[in-house]
């Protein structure tokens, strides 16, 4: 008999400024493409990221110990997204516009080596809200 595979998630939540802006593009595309997006001065949201690992139950009862994950989350994203400009402040997103798309493949890039450095569970989603009540999920790179 398997052993049954279960997925654990951890949350956090971040605010965050960022302005929608492709460089390639003339500022009248930009504001057509992205409208108050595109906004000079940049605006602002609260985000959510939940990031999700699967993997069997072992002895000790933990797929990855919620607080190592929880540390990994803030080293890898809290610490330097959290009350920063995503396109000004943040060295792993430069080249990037900041969508939740784009936020999601980068989280992920950054959180899926070292959780799978702890050996155990596989990051199988990283979840990322860009407020209440839109998210998008990757589920690898
Ligand atoms: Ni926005």
Not at 36 to 65: A, K, W
Not at 80 to 88: N, P, Q, R
Not at 108 to 132: F, H, M, T
Request: proline share 4%; charged share 25%; net charge negative.
């Amino acid at each position: 008999m398997t052993s049954p595979e279960l997925e654990l998630t951890h949350c956090i939540e971040f605010s965050s400024a960022h302005r929608l802006h492709d460089p390639a593009l003339t500022d009248a595309e930009n504001a057509k493409l992205y409208g108050p997006c595109n906004n000079l001065n940049g605006h602002g949201h609260t985000y959510r990221l939940e990031v999700t690992v699967r993997g069997c139950v072992p002895r000790s009862g933990m797929i990855i110990d919620l607080n190592v994950l929880r540390v990994i989350m803030h080293e890898e994203v809290f610490d330097h997204v959290d009350h920063k400009h995503l396109d000004k402040d943040v060295a792993f997103l430069a080249g990037r516009i900041s969508t939740a798309e784009n936020l999601a493949l980068a989280f992920w890039e950054r959180l899926a080596p070292p959780i799978e450095k702890r050996g155990g569970g596989q990051l199988v989603r990283v979840r990322v809200y860009e407020g209440s009540d839109s998210f998008v999920d990757c589920f690898g790179v």
